[in-house]
């Protein structure tokens, strides 16, 4: 059936959820015309499905009650009666039959009418009363031919079944187990569970927290466990049940998944592989899109690898476009939650009242306009790590929140008073003097301590010029794809120009410019022309060419270009700032500023 059909448990206390599935009936919850919407663990035991094959059942396929035959006169008959109970034969996957004592109560449950239906297997009961009848020479066959069928589910099941000690001993194990064990029939009195678990720290961790469950007398339910067979030593990972009982033995079920793990760790070999073939690779990492000759930042990625297992929280520093968010990406890829989500959010592109439901998310209803409910940024980032670039424009009002989430890991969405947990690495990035906004009464001195654990300073591209030779190379390769286009040769006089512009952009401005040239060059060579920057050199001398071009004509010249190529689209995913690098607001008041309009 599909989600819409199913009952919504999911809220259930945990108490209430675990009697359910315990109970020693079968429980089964139907509509009026049949249809399982949800059944607990002993329903399935019973019947020997799971629970996905029980839901996709109609309570017709099971049981063979003539009362059954005719659902839509037994859906009226329980709305006027409330209450009916009847004897009746269901049957068992294998296609046995099993003597059950069936109830069924009418329930209305969200205006929806339902039927709760208690299912007692009854079948010793019936042999007493076949007992009454037959005498006790036909009471022991009863028994015997009993006692086969339930032996024969037990041996045939595919499902390994284990009933063992307290001390781990088998004292039954069937087919399926002994298969995937590598034992024989006559092994079995002689085997011991945790026999099988390798002398390995993990794989012994992993049994020493189940086996402690079970000595509480708590159920483990789908641990994963790395066993070695008996019969030549080799690995199988299984995936394992195991519920105790009063009587100090314990019932175990276990799938072999050692295909499925294999395949996992081949996917995972292969990647590693292909990571390690990229060239990009800096120090001991893949730093991404981090190229860098230069001693100084060498030493600002080997902080990156000694903050990164850790989970304090980090503090970007620098001037925009220095690469910031790469740094911050290179945290995270290298830290313990590289398989958990990197969640961004710029706080300086948004509405002040809009951060916050950003951040922490609302309800629906919350405030005007707020349609639908919203999960937030943190609660995106848990187990993972939320990158907060331009910090330092984060509204005053908000940053006792973003405090408290950094203190105890826990907010409220807009519009709920339930508060959320959250385990979410943080990592921030200003270009802002945070000390100066603090003596502004700008900035929350108690927040910048708390963001300030482990301060990174990503430098200017002005104090890395031997990086720029590096850095016009990889610019020109990632734009030439896309473009169509085949780069063969840099000038000299290209390099040494740029290598003597002062760069106030830092890197956003050479890669913008970069693109530029190759847009501005017609063959296969970085042609020297009108995309070359003006303006100080790193000497403080006017380059020559200001005379024939000014920097703000270039400027609006190239922008003037994407917005044509744009169609004049400033925002969104193939607008003229996402192209340029720019912040939307940014490029409309470097417009603005530029004089430049649509012309009609």
């Known amino acids: ?287 991404e899109e981090i190229v860098s000759n230069n001693k100084q930042f060498h030493k600002i990625l080997q902080q990156i690898e000694r903050v990164a297992s850790t989970d304090a929280a980090v503090l970007i520093l620098g001037e925009t476009g220095t690469g910031k968010e790469l740094l911050a990406r290179a945290v995270h890829n290298i830290s313990k939650r590289s398989k958990r989500p990197l969640i961004k959010i710029n706080c300086a592109n948004l509405h002040a009242e809009l951060i916050e439901s950003e951040l922490f998310g609302h309800e629906r209803g919350a405030f005007t306009g707020a ?44 519009g709920n008073p339930k508060t959320i947990k959250v385990d979410v690495r943080v990592i921030a990035a200003t270009n802002r003097n945070l000390e100066e906004a603090i003596e502004k009464k700008e900035f929350r001195e108690d927040l910048f301590y708390r963001l300030n654990v482990f301060p990174i300073f990503s430098p200017p591209l002005r104090s890395r010029k031997e990086d720029i030779p590096l850095l016009v190379r990889h610019f020109v390769r990632k734009y030439e794809s896309k473009m169509g286009r085949e780069i063969k040769k840099i000038p000299d006089k290209v390099i040494s120009t740029l290598m003597d512009y002062n760069w106030p952009g830092n890197i956003r401005e050479l890669e913008n410019i970069i693109e530029r040239a190759l847009i501005l060059s017609s063959g296969d060579t970085l042609e020297y022309g009108s995309w070359v920057p003006v303006g100080k050199t790193a000497g403080g001398h006017e380059n020559k060419r200001t005379a024939l071009l000014k920097m703000d004509e270039v400027e609006k010249e190239h922008i003037l270009n994407i917005l044509n190529k744009t169609n004049w689209k400033v925002s969104g995913e193939k607008g003229a700032a996402k192209i340029l690098g720019l912040n939307p607001n940014t490029l409309e008041s470097r417009m603005k500023k530029l004089e430049i309009k649509r012309e009609n």
């Open 371 to 414: 349609m639908e409910k919203k999960i937030g940024r943190f609660e995106l980032a848990d187990g993972g790590t939320i990158f907060l670039d331009e910090v330092g424009e984060l509204p005053l009002g908000l940053q006792a929140k973003l405090l408290r989430v950094l203190q105890e890991g826990e907010f409220e969405r807009l």
């Open 1 to 287: 059936m599909g989600k819409e059909n199913e009952l919504e448990f999911d809220n259930a206390p945990r108490l209430a959820n675990y009697t359910f599935h315990n109970l020693y009936e079968g429980v089964f919850w139907t509509d009026l015309y049949g249809h399982i919407l949800k059944v607990n663990d002993t329903a399935c035991q019973m019947l020997g499905y799971s629970r996905d094959e029980l839901q996709a059942l109609n309570l017709a396929d099971i049981d063979t009650s003539e009362i059954l035959n005719d659902l839509s006169s037994f859906g009226k008959k329980l709305r006027a009666q409330k209450i009916v109970a009847f004897e009746s034969r269901q049957k068992h996957k294998n296609d046995i039959l099993l003597d059950v004592e069936v109830t069924c109560h009418y329930q209305v449950h969200n205006d929806r009418e339902v039927t709760c239906i208690f299912v007692r297997d009854i079948s010793e009961r019936k042999l007493a009363e076949e007992h009454l009848k037959l005498g006790n020479s036909q009471l022991q066959l009863l028994l015997k031919e009993s006692e086969e069928r339930f032996r024969d589910l037990f041996e045939e099941a595919p499902i390994a079944y284990l009933h063992e000690a307290i001390d781990s001993r088998f004292i039954k194990a069937n087919k399926a187990a002994q298969r995937i064990l590598g034992i024989k029939p006559e092994d079995v009195p002689n085997c011991y569970g945790v026999s099988f678990i390798p002398d390995l720290p993990e794989a012994q961790r992993r049994i020493k927290a189940a086996l402690d469950s079970l000595g509480k007398g708590v159920e483990s339910e789908g641990v994963l466990l790395e066993l070695r067979r008996k019969d030549n030593g080799k690995p199988v990972w299984i995936q394992w049940w195991s519920k105790p009982d009063d009587r100090g033995f314990t019932r175990t079920m276990f799938l072999d998944i050692t295909d499925r793990v294999l395949l996992e760790r081949e996917q995972a070999k292969l990647q590693a592989q292909n990571q390690y073939l990229q060239e990009e690779i800096k120090l001991n990492h893949n730093f």
